[in-house]
């Protein structure tokens, strides 16, 4: 990886690995679960469509791109952070982060069977067997948590691995099709349509807004969110598909796990487990074997 794509990659993990603090900073604030991810994507979207205009550069609406912006926008965007928001009401951030280094796994399967063509993102014994072992630490976080259907804990753990399984299918469908929309207009279209969905979701769920405590954290919060976790970040992912396989792309998401426990530490307090260690040494690991010839 030279430096002109591996300086960005370190950028992406310690972004993301931050956005897990301010995630949590939002939601003890009384920020809506629905109502963050819209009010987030929905602005980080319209500084996109911004930055488009000023690069005088057209955003194409064929068949394909609208397939697209609609399984992106619709599963990876507000479904799956949809329900990272409100999952990370119940369990630690550092938790939420970890679940999501299963991402490249499962994005690895799925690109076998999507991208055949290419030798980079074949199945093998390595993936397969670091499959097994993101599953075995995903048990162990699960086992942490009260084996019982009616508590949020154990629940939310359980939907968000579902989310991110479904989020991986998008991503793989871009790598396919990376040629067709180019990174701002894929982020510009996706998350306006985002903060759309979400907002008028929170609206309907008639999530409480005067809960909100708007102190000055909770804008810096809000601020960082909107222009590093939503425009920088998100940026720099979709500009990573042209240069990297998808499943270098998404092996981002096992770096962000240690930005986080080191700042849910720090500064939210947040001690994990015997057993969420090694769960995430597991889940760390099987990523990390992925890469192994």
């Known amino acids: ?111 076998h069977f999507m991208l055949k063509e290419d030798d980079n993102e074949k199945l093998t014994s390595n993936k397969l067997k670091a499959l097994f072992l993101g599953f075995i630490g995903m048990v162990f976080i699960g086992s942490n948590q009260s084996i019982d259907l009616q508590s949020q804990s154990f629940l939310a753990i359980m939907v968000l691995v579902g989310a991110i399984i479904i989020a991986a299918w998008p991503s793989v469908l871009y790598k396919k099709y990376n040629d067709v929309v180019g990174p701002y207009q894929m982020n510009a279209v996706c998350q306006v349509l985002t903060g759309v969905i979400m907002l008028s979701l929170s609206s309907l769920l008639k999530e409480d807004l005067s809960q909100i405590v708007w102190t000055d954290q909770l804008l810096f919060a809000s601020a960082y969110l909107v222009l590093f976790g939503g425009v920088i970040s998100w940026g720099i992912y979709f500009w990573l598909y042209q240069y990297l396989s998808v499943t270098q792309v998404t092996y981002v998401a096992i770096f962000p796990p240690i930005v986080a426990i080191i700042l849910g530490w720090i500064f939210l307090n947040e001690v994990l487990s015997t057993k969420e260690i090694i769960g995430t040494i597991f889940i760390l690991g099987s990523s990390i074997l992925i890469y192994r010839k």
Do not use: H
Request: proline share 5%; net charge positive; glycine share 8%.
């Open 1 to 111: 990886m030279n430096n002109k794509i591996l300086f960005p990659f370190i950028a992406l993990c310690l972004i993301w690995g931050s956005t897990w603090y301010f995630i949590k900073i939002s939601l003890n604030a009384g920020v809506p679960p629905f109502f963050g991810v819209g009010f987030r994507f929905f602005l980080s979207g319209l500084l996109f469509f911004l930055i488009i205009f000023f690069r005088k550069e057209s955003i194409p609406f064929n068949k394909q791109a609208i397939k697209l912006y609609l399984s992106f926008g619709l599963l990876n965007f507000a479904l799956s952070y949809g329900i990272t928001y409100w999952a990370t009401q119940y369990v630690y951030s550092s938790i939420s982060s970890i679940l999501w280094g299963l991402f490249p796994l499962f994005t690895s399967v799925m690109a």
